[in-house]
């Protein structure tokens, strides 16, 4: 597949912090015997990756701004592009030594997202999408599932854990679910998720309280892999609102349907 310039920055940007983090990843297993150290020595891998993506973007297109989960939000003189970053997505799989992770780079250009990448170093599983150009993993073009029908699907998830989300209303979601498909997974990773949905792994997949740096690469991924999504209103508010749904445009609209509906006492 061609890349474009920019989409070629991101990649060797999203490669090099991948290193970063295979190396420390490596060293995990070992800080396993020890009460201190584990969870913060991944913040310490989670910010040095940070450190690589914000100088390589920088460097390459100096004036855009940047919307990154350790930086937050940083101005940029260029006002028309914002890097959405996450060096790390799946940091308490990262910790626990389970390769089910990745780096999270998108491209926003106007309020659009036109450029993607998601990156899991441990198994050297590179997504990557351009509008209008398509979704690729490792070069090989990829599609949404062709499931038509809600009881032949696995689907994925996230599960809100402590301190974090509606645990009661994600209960509702999940029986709803349960009661429709084939399957139900949870990896750990929001933006995995969204590349397993593009590739055709998952049928489809719905999560709330969700930062932009977890989604937007993994929108574009879908959306240029033939698929759907939305937030929880059927909305294109994902970014700021925290929910999403996705899947192909069959699944997507089912799989929304059955999360928003209560459940049917018995």
């Known amino acids: 597949m061609a890349r474009s310039a920019i989409l070629n920055v991101m990649v060797q940007a999203a490669m090099k912090a991948g290193r970063s983090l295979s190396r420390d990843f490596g060293e ?20 040095k990756a940070e450190d690589i993506l914000f100088t390589e973007l920088s460097k390459a297109r100096p004036g855009y701004a940047f919307l990154m989960e350790e930086r937050g939000l940083i101005e940029g003189d260029d006002g028309q592009h914002r890097w959405i970053v ?8 990262f910790l626990h030594g389970i390769p089910l992770f990745a780096i999270s780079i998108a491209l926003e250009r106007q309020g659009q997202i036109v450029a993607g990448v998601v990156y899991n170093p441990a198994m050297d599983e590179l997504y990557t999408a351009e509008r209008g150009g ?16 809600l009881i032949d699907t696995v689907i994925g998830c996230g599960v809100p854990h402590l301190g974090r989300g509606q645990h009661g209303n994600f209960l509702i979601e999940l029986r709803n679910v349960m009661a429709e498909v084939s399957g139900v997974r949870r990896l750990g990773s929001a933006s995995l998720d969204l590349a397993y949905v593009a590739a055709g792994r998952m049928d489809g997949f719905w999560e709330t309280g969700l930062s932009a740096w977890d989604v937007a690469a993994g929108i574009l991924l879908i959306r240029e892999a033939g698929g759907f999504i939305s937030d929880f209103a059927g909305g294109q508010n994902m970014l700021d609102g925290g929910s999403i749904v996705a899947g192909n445009e069959t699944i997507q609209r089912a799989l929304l349907k059955t999360v928003r509906k209560p459940v049917t006492p018995r």
């Open 28 to 47: 995990v297993q070992n800080l396993q015997v020890s009460m201190k150290g584990p969870a913060d020595y991944v913040s310490q891998a989670d910010r």
């Open 86 to 93: 996450d060096p790390l997505d799946g940091t308490t799989n």
């Open 134 to 149: 398509g979704a690729f993993m490792n070069d090989r073009r990829l599609r949404v599932a062709g499931r038509t029908k």
